[in-house]
């Protein structure tokens, strides 16, 4: 294929991603040093109160010729990186007592997300191992059904996941009631230990179908030849797992925690629906939150941007491994 | 080999507990849902309660849920054939292009893969209402298939792969063009791979949920967003029109999964297996 064509056939893609993707994150990377206010005038106002007119201070914001409020932008530097980060800013010397600094709201937002993301991974590769090694042994007429069934936590809609395990561990919920049967009382949304197990619980029950089906039919293609070998060499069970079929997905779990630690970085919905971010936040959700609660987009786009910075941080072992299969593929 | 009945016990159970585990969640969601909120949630729990559809029929109809639904509706088949329609000519000429720009073009989309969806929000609340777009259909629309590019170029790509070049440069010999050659040689052997991509471009957009939250206002709401103000629900109708929103939400998804389990299967094996 030609130069030519390759450019008109990718153009429509390239140029939504350019739009829409690329754009926005060069204007995250501006916005992220600056500070707007609306341009407030005071004005005198005539109100009337039940003890008669008075003459009333009041701010509007100026408008310009369309009506529009108009912000007054200001270069602040890495002032919201610092106010993120949780460093002082503001003058250095100060004979008031030394104001104390904000909360690293950040690195508590990146402390959780990591402990997600790597606590996660092992429950999720070994259960799906477990499972993708319990299917082969069943007999076909119940594989099909067992799978399609397994996909459910992989399908369906993230928030309605995590509002079903809320309500299921809810006070007065299913599983406190059958726990108190044994002596246990927990309220599960009410500590930080609880609310934290129930976001990493939903995190492994969600990321477990798509570890057993990669798993699965990786396992499909283990040599027959190598593991009959071993049975006559006297090897058990458990040194044929080991010795040949274990080595023979090592690509595959590589392959899934790259994944796997991709998509635990972007963990949200069971962050805002378990906790409303009350005990733990994650990356995302801090984002979020910021944009929307308190309402201001320059904070939120400085928090984007140490975002960003992380996953690029982590996506570096597989970019290094999809560029030496790319380019060893041809 | 002999058989071992006690590990076939073991592995047998071991996988009706996962099945439980697995359908728990929205099995019991499902059962609550279709009672009173003091038999929903009672102490004891109760595992019979007295039937009743007011859960749904507050929320179908005195909420206007359907209006959830048509917006759900809109923007997923909207966004399901606009990534497919750029996404399949991209992912074509990545499939036939040999220079090293195709290839930079996939990396650069593999970063673009992994970027936290909350990054870019910032930007599209400051630039939407600049050019005053925000709370449309069309900006939420073009901003999923955006999103969606990525993974669609990526998954496309390797079953364009697949498609024998021959085929195509046949065409070529004949005398078309490349988008002849692509439109009548290539589109007619294409749609096992194009139905698998649309499917998990179909899911992306159903369930997307910070996006859809944050870019609109509560009547262009997807359904997902739209139950999201029973997260902090403080009254009890609320809640259990959550629960009923749920359920509402999952059934069209299970009916994906009973139509299309080969296709999902297939389709999330693919990138895996082959490399």
């Known amino acids: 294929m030609k130069l030519k064509h390759f450019l008109q056939f990718v153009a429509p893609s390239v140029t939504l991603m350019l739009l829409l993707m690329a754009a926005p994150l060069v204007f995250t990377l501006y916005l992220s040093t600056q500070n707007c206010v609306l341009d407030l005038e005071t004005v005198t106002e005539l109100q009337s109160t039940p003890f008669g007119t008075q003459d009333v201070l009041t701010q509007r914001a100026r408008t310009d010729a369309r009506g529009n409020a108009i912000q007054l932008c200001d270069y602040v530097g890495l002032d919201y990186y610092k106010k993120v980060l949780g460093i002082a800013t503001g003058p250095s010397v100060s004979l008031a007592k030394p104001v104390a600094a904000p909360p690293n709201e950040f690195a508590a937002a990146l402390k959780f997300t990591l402990i997600y993301t790597f606590t996660t991974l092992p429950f999720v590769l070994g259960i799906g191992l477990l499972l993708a090694l319990g299917v082969n042994q069943i007999t076909a007429r119940l594989k099909g059904a067992f799978i399609a069934a397994s996909l459910l936590p992989f399908i369906i809609t993230p928030v309605v996941a995590a509002l079903s395990i809320k309500w299921l561990f809810r006070d007065n919920g299913l599983v406190p009631y059958l726990l108190s049967n044994v002596g246990i009382q927990v309220f599960w949304m009410a500590e930080a230990w609880s609310a934290r197990l129930l976001i990493i619980v939903y995190g492994v029950w969600h990321s477990v179908p798509f570890a057993f089906i990669v798993l699965y039919a990786g396992l499909q293609s283990v040599p027959q030849d190598s593991l009959e070998a071993a049975t006559i060499d006297g090897a058990s069970r458990w040194q044929r797992l080991r010795f040949v079929t274990l080595p023979h997905l090592a690509p595959l779990i590589v392959f899934l925690s790259l994944i796997h630690v991709m998509d635990a970085y972007r963990v949200f919905e069971p962050i805002i629906v378990l906790t409303q971010g009350a005990f733990t936040m994650s990356v995302q959700y801090l984002t979020y939150f910021i944009l929307l609660q308190e309402n201001n987009p320059y904070k939120a786009s400085a928090a984007a941007v140490l975002t960003l910075i992380g996953i690029l941080i982590l996506l570096i072992p597989l970019l290094i491994k999809t560029y030496r299969e790319q380019r060893g593929g041809r | ?275």
Not at chain 2, 79 to 95: D, E, K, P
Not at chain 2, 129 to 152: E, K
Not at chain 2, 186 to 205: C, D, H, Q
Request: with cysteine; hydrophobic share 55%.
């Open chain 2, 1 to 275: 080999m002999k058989k071992n009945i006690t590990l076939q016990t073991v592995v047998y159970a071991g996988l009706a507990l996962w099945l439980i585990l697995a359908s728990l969640p929205i099995v019991w969601t499902a059962v609550i849902s279709f009672r009173q909120y003091i038999d929903a949630f009672s102490s004891p729990v109760k595992f019979w309660a007295p039937f009743t559809f007011e859960n749904y029929e507050r929320l179908w109809i005195d909420r206007a849920f359907y209006r959830n639904f048509l917006n759900t509706a809109l923007i997923t088949v909207c966004t399901v054939t606009i990534s497919l329609t750029v996404g399949c000519l991209a992912g074509y000429a990545l499939s036939r292009y040999r220079g090293s720009l195709g290839f930079w073009l996939l990396m650069v989309a593999l970063v673009f893969r992994a970027i936290p969806h909350s990054s870019l929000l910032p930007s599209f609340f400051t630039l939407f209402d600049a050019i005053g777009i925000r709370n449309t259909y069309l900006s939420l629309i073009l901003v999923l298939v955006a999103i969606n590019q990525p993974f669609t170029i990526w998954m496309l790509r390797s079953f364009f792969v697949n498609i024998p070049s021959e085929l195509d440069e046949a065409a070529l010999v004949d005398g078309c063009s490349r988008f002849q050659a692509f439109r009548r040689v290539i589109i007619p052997v294409m749609w096992p791979g194009v139905v698998t991509t649309g499917l998990f471009s179909f899911l992306l957009a159903y369930n997307d949920f910070l996006l859809s939250s944050a870019l609109t206002s509560t009547e262009k709401m997807t359904m997902p967003a739209a139950i999201a103000n029973s997260i902090s629900a403080e009254s009890e109708a609320l809640l259990m029109q959550g629960v009923a929103g749920a359920v509402s939400i999952t059934i069209p998804l299970i009916i994906l999964i009973v139509l299309f389990q080969k296709q999902i299967v297939g389709g999330l094996t693919q990138g895996a297996v082959k490399g």
